[in-house]
């Protein structure tokens, strides 16, 4: 059976530098959840889909099609045979993705197909939802947190680097603490931590001292016998 770790917490909060971490570390593979629920808004816009219309974005759900594929350390998406790559990263995707988020008929499709992937074997899953709703059982769950302002910066260099920035730090700030509200009073599997979850502040620590507390806190067979 699969092993999987589970990882939830807010933008900002580390989640895809540490979860791509100990995946190399352990030799599981990283899944980003929450690139599935942007490659559902994206497509929503393709589509003409009106975002803050929960009828027609539950409606549209069934049709959009993702395939799976393990590459690189991590379980790659492709739509319509291409990996979306950073056209999920705008600040456009952000303004849209949490009304998309909301719609359980959204979060329905993506937990199937986030249980589904367990059959590529050992995962780390990162998300909002996953210690709570998609992978409740995992004797691994943590949940990952950090200042508002820690992770505005961070989420500033990303866009910095990635040459998507057009947002003012305060802006940054602004749309993570924003997200926060809407993901944790959503009534679809609201963003919190679980019952018997780990926490890490991560922050003043550095991504080496989060990926260290992690592996620490894993089962001692999980470390004994290695990946499966």
């Known amino acids: 059976m699969s092993k999987v770790i589970a990882i939830d917490g807010p933008s900002g ?3 895809s530098s540490v979860s791509r971490r100990v995946g190399e570390t352990l030799g599981f593979l990283h899944v980003d959840s929450g690139a599935l629920y942007r490659i559902m808004t994206w497509q929503c816009l393709r589509q003409g889909i009106d975002t ?4 027609a974005v539950a409606s549209f759900a ?17 739509v319509g045979g291409v990996p ?8 456009e995707i952000n303004r849209h993705a949490s009304p998309v988020a909301t719609v359980k ?18 995962l780390i899953v990162e998300g909002r939802d996953i210690t709570t709703a998609v992978f ?20 500033r260099k990303e866009e910095v680097a990635k040459g998507i920035a057009c947002q003012t730090a305060d802006e940054v700030k602004a749309s993570l603490l924003a997200r926060d509200v809407i993901d944790s009073t959503r009534k679809h599997a609201p963003l919190r931590k679980a019952d ?26 999980w470390l004994k016998g290695g990946a499966s």
């Not at 979306?84 to 600040?91: E, F, I, K, S």
């Not at 979850?197 to 620590?205: F, K, L, Q, R």
């Open 52 to 55: 803050s219309d929960p009828v």
């Open 13 to 15: 909060s580390g989640k």
């Open 105 to 122: 008929a959204v979060r329905d499709r993506v937990t199937g197909w986030l249980r589904g992937m367990t059959r590529f074997g050992d």
């Open 136 to 155: 409740p059982e995992s004797p691994a769950r943590f949940y990952l947190s950090a200042s508002a302002e820690a992770r505005a910066e961070r989420r």
């Open 196 to 221: 018997g979850a780990i926490e890490i502040d991560s922050t003043d620590m550095t991504i080496e001292e989060v990926v260290s507390a992690i592996i620490g806190a894993l089962p001692d067979e």
């Open 84 to 91: 979306p790559g950073d056209a999920l990263r705008t600040p």
């Open 62 to 78: 069934g049709r959009v099609n993702v395939t799976f594929e393990p590459r690189g350390g991590a379980v790659e998406y492709l």
